[in-house]
C-alpha cells in the first residue's frame, strides 16, 4: 500500500466509525412533548419541587441536575443547557449554591429564557467566620441553604408563584390556589417543627456540612457543622479532633450525616466517640431510591423532624 | 441552524478547537523529535499550580496558569544546561513538585472541588470570551514563530550540536518552544483538560509520524490528525452526551491505532 493509501483507509475507517456513533446520537432525539404546559427548568430538586407544587398540571418542570448528584458538584453538559434553554423560565438557587446555574443565567437569557434567582429576594446571613480569613473574597461567604426553614420556604413559594403569574399571567388563579394550599402544608411543619422542638433535653447537633443555620436560628438549635458551607469537602484532622472532644464534652449521643455526601468522615468520629449516625438530609437533591418511593421536600423534613427529636431527647 | 450552532459557547467552543487543534500538534511535533513528548505533561500540571492561586486570589486562572508554566518552562529549560541532572528526572520533578504545590495552594482556600474538576478534564460550557480572544493572540504568535524561525527550529530538533556549529542560537530556540509549549497548554486546558492536553500534543504527531513521510509533511498529517480528532470529539461529545475532553483523546487514539497497525511490516 502507498503511503497516500494508508491515509486514504486509515479516515475511512474512522469515518464510518464516527458516523456509527453519530447515527447512534441521532436515533436518540429528544421526544419534544407538544403541548400548552409551561416549561420550566430548575437548577436542582427541591427548586424543581417546590415549581410543581405551585404550577400543578399546569407546568412541567426538569431538574437539571439529576437525582443523586449534589446540586453544587454538578456541571451541566452542554447538551443539559440545550435543554434549559428549550423553557421558558429556569429558576435556580444563586448565592453561590449552584455556581455553574449562575454562570450559564446570562447566556440562558440571551436564548429569551426568563430566569429567577430565587437568593436575590431573601436576606442571607453571612458567614463572618469565612468572610474574616478570606478578605475580598465573594465565594462561600453568604449562606445559601434558606429551603431548610420551613418559614422561608414560605416565602420562596410566594416567590415562585410571582414569578409564574409575571411569565403566563392566564393562570394566574390556578398558580394562586395551589400555592395556598402547598403554603398551608408548609405552615403545618413549620408549627410541628415548633411544637416538636420546644421541649428538649439537648440543643447541640453535629452535622456534616454547614446546610442548617437557618433551621437552626427558626428552631433555636445549634449547630455545629464539621465542614463549611460547601458540601463535599473533605475535613482536616485537626477539625476531626475538635469535634471529638467537643462530642465528649457535651454527652452528645448522635451525629448527623448526609444521604449524598460521603459519610467516612462522620463515622470515623462516631468510632471515636462511640456516638451513633442519623440522617439529617439538607434535601439538596434526592437519590434515585427516595424518588422512587415517592419522598418529597415536606416528607424529608419531617423525617428530619424525627431524627431531631430522637438526638435532642425531646418530649 | 442545527441545534448544536444556537449556543454562544459551543460556537466558542468550536472556534477554540480549532485554533488548538492546529498550534498543539505543531508544538508537539518539535517536543517528540526530541523525545521530550513528557514536557507537555509536565507543563500541563505546572498550570494546575496557576489555576490554583488564580481561584485562590478570584482573579483569572487562566492568566496565571500562563505565567506559572511559563516561569516552569524557562527553568525547566534553565535545569537542563546543569549536566548531572538528566532531562526526564527535571521534567518528573517539575511534574509531581508542581502537583503538590497545587495541592497544597487548593486546601488553603475550601470548596473548590467543582471547578478544580472541570480544569483538570476540561469543561467547554466555561470557555469565556476572553479564553478565546488570548487563544487568538497566541494562535498567531506560534504560526509566526513556527513559519520564520522553521529551519532554525528544524535543525536545533534533529541535531543541536550541528545546528550550534551552523551559527544557530540553539538555547534561545529551545527557550522559545517550551515557552510557546507552555502557553498553548494553559490555553488548552478548558477544552480537553490539563490531564489530557499531553496525549492530544503527542498523539497526533506520533500517529503521523508512522507513515515515514517527510517532517514537512508530517507536520501537516498531524495537524489534519488533531483537526479531526478536535472537530469530531466535540461533535460526538454534544450528541451523545459524553465528557468532550475524554472523547476528543479517545478518538485521537483510534488514529493512533489505526496509523500504527496499517504501517505494520507485513
Known amino acids: 500500500m502507498t503511503t497516500a493509501k494508508k491515509i486514504a483507509v486509515l479516515f475511512i475507517i474512522l469515518g464510518v466509525m464516527i458516523a456509527a456513533a453519530a447515527y447512534v446520537a441521532l436515533k436518540r432525539k429528544p421526544e419534544t412533548v407538544k403541548n400548552d404546559r409551561l416549561a420550566v427548568s430548575a437548577s436542582f430538586y427541591t427548586i424543581a419541587h417546590f415549581i410543581e407544587k405551585t404550577g400543578g398540571d399546569k407546568v412541567i418542570v426538569e431538574s437539571v441536575t439529576p437525582p443523586g448528584v449534589e446540586s453544587h458538584e454538578f456541571e451541566p453538559t452542554p447538551r443539559d443547557i440545550k435543554k434549559a434553554s428549550s423553557a421558558r423560565l429556569f429558576a435556580f438557587m444563586g448565592g453561590g449554591f449552584d455556581p455553574w446555574a449562575e454562570r450559564i443565567a446570562p447566556e440562558l437569557q440571551n436564548q429569551g429564557v426568563a430566569t429567577l434567582e430565587l437568593t436575590d429576594s431573601f436576606e442571607l446571613i453571612e458567614d463572618e467566620e469565612e468572610a474574616a480569613h478570606e478578605e475580598g473574597h465573594d465565594h462561600g461567604t453568604k449562606d445559601p441553604h434558606i429551603w431548610l426553614d420551613p418559614a422561608l420556604a414560605v416565602r420562596m413559594t410566594g416567590v415562585i408563584r410571582d414569578k409564574l403569574i409575571e411569565i403566563d399571567p392566564a393562570r394566574q388563579d390556578e398558580y394562586m390556589e395551589n400555592s395556598a394550599q402547598f403554603i398551608k402544608d408548609l405552615e403545618r411543619l413549620d408549627h410541628d417543627y415548633r411544637t416538636g422542638l420546644s421541649n428538649c433535653a439537648k440543643k447541640d447537633i453535629i452535622v456534616a456540612h454547614d446546610a442548617f443555620r437557618y433551621l437552626g436560628a427558626r428552631y433555636n438549635l445549634n449547630i455545629i457543622p464539621i465542614t463549611g458551607i460547601t458540601s463535599g469537602e473533605e475535613p482536616s484532622p485537626r477539625r476531626m479532633a475538635e469535634i471529638t472532644r467537643l462530642i465528649k464534652e457535651k454527652g452528645i449521643q448522635y451525629i448527623f450525616t448526609e444521604p449524598l455526601a460521603s459519610p467516612a468522615a462522620l463515622q470515623a468520629v462516631a468510632r471515636e466517640t462511640g456516638a451513633k449516625t442519623l440522617v439529617l438530609n439538607p434535601v439538596e437533591g434526592l437519590t434515585a431510591g427516595e424518588e422512587k418511593a415517592g419522598k418529597g421536600y415536606i416528607s424529608i423534613m419531617r423525617d428530619n423532624l424525627d431524627n431531631l427529636r430522637k438526638a435532642l431527647e425531646c418530649r | ?266
Do not use: W
Open chain 2, 1 to 266: 441552524m442545527p441545534e448544536i450552532f444556537q449556543l454562544d459557547f459551543m460556537l466558542r467552543a468550536f472556534a477554540a478547537g480549532i485554533l488548538i487543534s492546529i498550534i498543539v500538534p505543531l508544538i508537539g511535533v518539535f517536543l517528540v523529535v526530541r523525545r521530550y513528548s513528557l514536557m507537555a505533561d509536565t507543563l500541563a500540571h505546572v498550570s494546575l499550580v496557576g489555576v490554583a492561586i488564580g481561584i485562590l486570589t478570584n482573579s483569572q486562572p487562566v492568566v496565571s496558569a500562563v505565567a506559572a508554566s511559563t516561569l516552569a518552562a524557562v527553568a525547566i529549560e534553565k535545569l537542563r544546561a546543569v549536566k548531572t541532572l538528566f532531562a526526564e528526572s527535571i521534567l518528573a520533578i517539575f511534574l509531581s513538585g508542581s502537583l503538590a504545590v497545587a495541592v497544597v495552594i487548593m486546601s488553603l482556600a475550601k470548596g473548590l472541588n467543582v471547578s478544580l474538576l472541570s480544569y483538570l478534564f476540561g469543561s467547554i460550557s466555561t470557555i469565556g470570551p476572553v479564553d478565546l480572544y488570548m487563544l487568538a493572540a497566541v494562535f498567531i504568535c506560534v504560526l509566526l514563530a513556527i513559519v520564520l524561525l522553521y529551519k532554525e527550529f528544524f535543525l536545533v530538533s534533529f541535531d543541536e550540536e550541528f545546528a550550534e556549529a551552523g551559527g544557530v542560537k540553539a538555547r534561545s530556540l529551545n527557550l522559545l518552544i517550551v515557552v510557546l509549549a507552555a502557553v498553548t497548554i494553559s490555553l488548552s486546558m478548558r477544552i480537553v483538560g490539563i490531564l489530557l492536553i499531553g496525549a492530544l500534543m503527542v498523539m497526533p504527531v506520533v500517529s503521523a509520524k508512522q507513515f515515514g513521510l517527510s517532517f514537512r509533511n508530517t507536520i501537516i498529517l498531524s495537524i489534519l490528525f488533531s483537526l479531526v480528532s478536535v472537530m469530531s470529539g466535540l461533535f460526538l461529545s454534544y450528541y451523545l452526551d459524553l465528557a468532550s475532553g475524554g472523547t476528543i483523546v479517545l478518538i485521537a487514539l483510534v488514529i493512533f491505532l489505526l496509523s500504527f497497525f496499517l504501517n505494520r511490516p507485513q
